[in-house]
């Protein structure tokens, strides 16, 4: 079965998700389908897998036009996808979660327990050895580590028996001998024709086990050929961008100044439930980078220093050790946190932007509250970061992306923070809004304020930091700064290549 | 169907406005007698002041989100109505004390339930309905038959008799108790952080709200404003009995969710629980004038709050 | 997903926190009362409980799936409202039947109504069926405005010694819900039932049919309420429109200590079967420990709040030691 993904277009609200998405899937090979991250990849899955629908293009199923109704259309076509567990059950067993909706049944309606424990055993046979536990028919998936969670979802998806399965970042929580197993599987699929589509950033697999490849970039399909053809280097070069719009010159300036002002934190050995021990030292008025493929760590880091997860190791801030058991402690000692998903942690979608604004800081308005002040100093904020909204009192929810996420951050410029703790702030924020956003940061370090910045996108790193730290599994793997800070190392760091030397 | 933009309590006062119209119309309304009318909208203001005391904790609750709701408001205003009546004992000077003490046990069971639902995540409405057997015990307790109280003469000059320019007290008492809770829930910053906590706890936490703290408090004032009531209710009616606080009950989170407060949390006023509990007295005084017994009142409340959660309360479709 | 502690030990063992009461109150209720297993005790114990046992059966299945049932208690009121007048004192067997079966028919509605309500329109569970109980407590007070009228005294006594085998009927009758929940357990059904209270969206995803799956259990709680009903009212004999009005938390109490979480999907039936036992046999201890009159609503009310608390105790006390 060949399925061909021909010019799709993918909108999501304002927001152009893919303006020309191409993938070809032929049986008995692996393609691969590779992007930075935003650059459509996983849209275009979800279009090939029915979740979304497309907005434009066409998808060919055997030459032939083809509309999914639903996820499920796609399914009983026999397209399967591995998702990044979001369809497992925590409290149902390995063998209810793999069959739920399609257990074999015996006369009378009740479920063939032999046959599934059988044909569980069968699938998990797959990845024989390289299991931690003893995983069994019956073991509970919601107490599996996230490697064995990751593995029963493959192995949902395989037991469809599929003609095509998508691998959507299956590798992200699997150990290197589980992968391995995962591509030697790869082959005999192959070998029985089916087609599977890789989705992933890791380069070493990438080139282990695909045929084909395409590439992504900001919506676009950019290339496309044989793996025999092409090697690393030209692949990272087809998925970044050119052109830059940031300002190197102030990053040159800053890294001078920089080494005179004071340490404003310093962190020793900082331990949560991912962090393994992360150690970091920050001066006044740097802008430091956190990088790294997601979940490697690099939210726990941010959510420990304002005091929201439990943590052990030293901080101290400007000399002083301190440990902050809640966020309030944080933002007394004038740290804020942009937190990286607006719409659960960021905002109060349902009040007005007055009230999401001045939420932390309601105390200094007295009491009865003076109102008429603080939505003086509300209009001061928003006009200062130029927000477009209808007016104070009108709820957050009519605010378009960009802007709500300006009133998240206006939320805590309002404090004069000294320390801002930015959890992947532009994600799903539209160009314009962008570069007033880098503007902005610039500024604020310019006026000698210190900002940590993590973010998931590789440009927005190099163009705006002074030093980027690399993290991977619980800890800080690479440090990158002047000359090396380039987008070939950071992307090489974030694949697994350890001491960041040029490619 | 267009939506109107009229605001949940101004559509529950234009509802009361109406019911009091037609009320009019039944047999033993006032018809056109301009004197009876104003004289029976009094009495119902007056009336509904009661509930509306008691339903201000219910909206502090409801509003706190994270399916907030004080089922032990029935109990609690019984129990503090029988304290205040063994304390007062008819004199004047034991007033303050009594209210002190029904405001105080109203805190310490709603800081009980406030523990139950932080600490051990029971489900409010279980913890709040288990305590309510908890309390109407300790009122059997007490009450070990009858007990021998009274009102004090103060209180019921304060409460059932007019006060100024014929009008009753309660009612009085129910303008400056409800400026009070509009100052509390728009003009502090326990007011504003509860309406964060409603809404979305994560945010809250990490805007630097103590979220354990504001939901103790929460159940905690609640339970102080269902005693406050108790001692309302007594100076009403001057008697006591162990049933005295339940008809409150349903009627004061009907009146919260027709006042246009979302049952969800987050979102609401008191001054939409006062135009509720005024529609819920005189949907209640309208079935007794048309003399139908105590089932079809359940029945009608029961249907109402049905009727008023289809409304305002759908949530999210599954596929998205 | 962070799971309490005590939810990754109840998924493994559901029912040994329901054992564990029970074991306790058998003893304390043997020391009271020695003869607690001979024949007739032992029947009288059990038809004062199956009432309870029922309901516990239908909440149980409800809370299993991600719901609650608040209404239990207003069906329960409806039935015996409507047993006691329609069929009376004076009735015949063939009118008994009749209603009976009449009052099935009002459960399953009721239930239905729940149910569309809850998975058709998306309303939250606690405070529809509240609202629904309350409409349903309303309807049997109008049926039954004072208490009084019954069933004939022959039935009840049916009810009161029929002892098939020298057991209990009670025990049939349990013995019929556990195969009947067998049957659920071992058919995909059941399976629908624990992935929707598991994780709605991923049985969703899952092609799980989740609004239908919902509707059902709905209608399966206002059944067990009906049954409980149609029992209470040939164990008390007479109507009384408030009956219901307790049962309520007690069936959730029930299905607490039984074991089976109230957020959904880790248990099943038998653990509060078991709790609803535990429950009767409190009460009784209650009784006999001789404890003053005044004091039984305060102590019985108490002991329901500490067997609410226990799971969150026993979370709580798990947390602080890891």
Known sequence: ?503 | MKKFRISPPLAALILAIVLFLLSGLLPNGYGSDVDVAIAQATNILRLSVFLGVIAAGQTLVIISGSEGIDLSAGSVVTLSAILTYVMVSGQNDKVLLALLVALIVGAIIGFLNGVGVTFLKISPFVMTLGMSGVVTGLIIIINHGNVSGKVAPIMTQLIARPLVFGIPGAIIIWAIFGTLMWLLLERTTFGKNLFAIGVNRTTAKLSGVNVTWMNLAAYSLAGALAGFGGFLVVGNTGVVFIALGQPFLFPSIAAVAVGGTLLSGGKGSYWGTMAGAIVLTLITSLLTTMQMPESVRRMVLGGTLLLLVSIYGRQKALRQ | ?322
């Open chain 1, 1 to 503: 079965m060949t399925l061909s993904a021909q010019n799709i277009i993918k909108r999501y609200g304002g927001v152009v998700a893919l303006s020309d998405g191409n993938l070809d899937v032929f049986p008995g090979e692996v393609v691969a389908l590779i992007g930075a991250n935003g650059s459509g990849k996983s849209t275009l899955s979800k279009v090939i897998n029915g979740v979304v629908v497309l907005d434009g293009g066409q998808l060919l199923l055997d030459e032939k036009p083809v509309n999914f109704s639903s996820p499920q259309a796609a399914k009983d076509l026999g397209i399967s996808t591995v998702f990044q567990e979001l369809s497992l059950i925590p409290q149902m067993s390995v063998a209810e979660n793999i069959w739920l909706a399609r257990e074999p049944l015996l006369v009378g309606g009740l479920v063939n327990k032999k046959a599934v424990w059988s044909q569980t055993e069968e699938l998990l046979s797959l990845f024989e050895g390289t299991y931690k536990s003893k995983l069994k028919p019956d073991s509970v998936v919601g107490s599996l580590p996230p490697d064995e969670k990751q593995i029963i979802e493959i192995l949902k998806a395989v037991s469809f028996n599929p003609r095509i399965l998508i691998l959507d970042e299956a590798t992200a929580s699997l150990d290197s001998r589980q992968v391995q197993r995962l591509f030697e599987l790869v082959q005999k699929w192959k070998q029985e024709g089916k087609a599977i589509v890789f989705i992933s950033h890791r380069m070493e697999e990438i080139f282990q086990i695909a045929d084909r490849y395409s590439v992504l970039r900001n919506g676009k399909t950019v290339g496309a050929g044989l793996m025999s053809d092409i090697n690393e280097r030209a692949l990272v070069n087809l998925m970044i961008e050119e052109a830059s719009v940031f300002n190197h010159a102030r990053k040159n300036q800053a890294s001078l100044d920089a080494a005179n002002k004071d340490v404003l934190l310093n962190i020793e050995d900082l331990k949560t439930d991912v962090l393994k021990g992360v150690s970091l030292s920050l001066r006044e008025g740097e802008l430091l980078g956190i990088g790294g493929l997601m979940g490697q760590g690099q939210r726990d880091l941010l959510l420990a220093l304002f005091g929201d997860i439990p943590h052990s190791g030293k901080i101290s801030l400007k000399g002083k050790l301190v440990h902050f058991h809640h966020p309030k402690d944080a933002i007394k000692q004038e740290i804020a946190l942009v937190p990286g998903d607006r719409a659960k942690e960021g905002l109060l979608y349902i009040r007005s932007i007055l009230e999401n604004m001045l939420l932390p800081s309601w105390r200094e308005y007295g009491f009865p509250l003076r109102i008429r002040s603080a939505q003086k100093d509300a209009t001061r904020v928003s006009s200062s970061l130029s927000l477009k909204m209808s007016g104070l009192d009108a709820p957050v929810s009519s605010l378009s992306g960009g802007n709500a996420q300006k009133v998240v951050i206006g939320k805590w410029l309002k404090r004069k923070p000294q320390l801002l703790l930015l959890d992947d702030p532009t994600k799903g924020v539209d160009v314009g809004t962008k570069a007033e956003f880098y503007n902005l940061l610039t500024q604020l370090c310019e006026e000698g304020k210190t900002i940590i910045f993590y973010s998931s996108d590789d440009e927005e790193l190099i163009g705006l930091c002074d030093r980027v730290l690399v993290m991977h599994d619980g800890v800080i793997r690479t440090e990158l700064s002047g000359e090396k800070l380039n987008k070939q190392n950071l992307i090489a760091a974030s694949l697994g290549s350890v001491n960041g030397s040029e490619l």
């Open chain 3, 1 to 322: 997903m962070r799971r309490s502690p005590w939810e990754s030990w109840l998924a493994k063992y559901p029912a040994l926190f329901a054992m564990i009461f029970l074991v306790i109150a058998i003893s304390v209720n043997l020391i009271l009362q020695p003869n607690l297993f001979e024949g007739d005790t032992l029947n009288s114990n059990m038809r004062v409980f199956l009432p309870m046992i029922i309901l516990a059966v239908g909440q149980a299945v409800v809370i299993l799936s991600g719901g609650i049932d608040i209404s239990v208690g207003g069906i329960v009121s409806i039935v015996n409202a409507i047993l006691a007048t329609r069929v009376g004192l004076e009735g015949s067997p063939e009118k008994m039947w009749q209603f009976v079966f009449i009052s099935i028919l009002v459960g399953v509605g009721a239930g239905a109504l729940n149910g569309f309500f809850i998975s058709v329109l998306r309303l939250q569970p606690i405070i529809t069926t509240y609202a629904s109980g309350f409409l349903f407590a309303g309807i049997a007070l109008f049926i039954l405005p004072q208490p009084g009228g019954g069933i004939p005294s022959d039935i009840s006594a049916l009810y009161r010694t029929t002892r098939p085998l020298g057991l209990p009927l009670a025990f049939y009758i349990i013995g019929v819900l556990l195969l009947a929940w067998w049957y659920i357990r071992s058919s995909r059904y059941g399976r629908f039932i624990y992935a929707v209270g598991g994780k709605a969206e991923a049985a969703y995803e899952t092609a799980v049919p989740v609004t239908l799956v919902q509707f059902s259990t709905y209608v399966i709680s206002g059944l067990m309420a009906a049954l409980s009903g149609i029992a209470i009212t040939m164990l008390v004999g007479s109507g009384n429109a408030e009956i219901g009005s307790q049962m309520t938390l007690n069936s959730i109490t029930a299905v607490v200590i039984g074991g089976t979480a109230m957020s959904g999907g880790i248990g099943g039936v038998v653990g509060p079967i078991i709790g609803a036992i535990t429950l009767g046999l409190i009460q009784n201890i209650i009784s006999f420990a001789n404890i003053d009159t005044w004091w039984t609503t305060f102590v019985n009310a108490s002991i329901i709040v500490a067997a609410l608390a226990a799971p969150g105790l026993v979370s709580l006390f798990g947390r602080r030691r890891s």
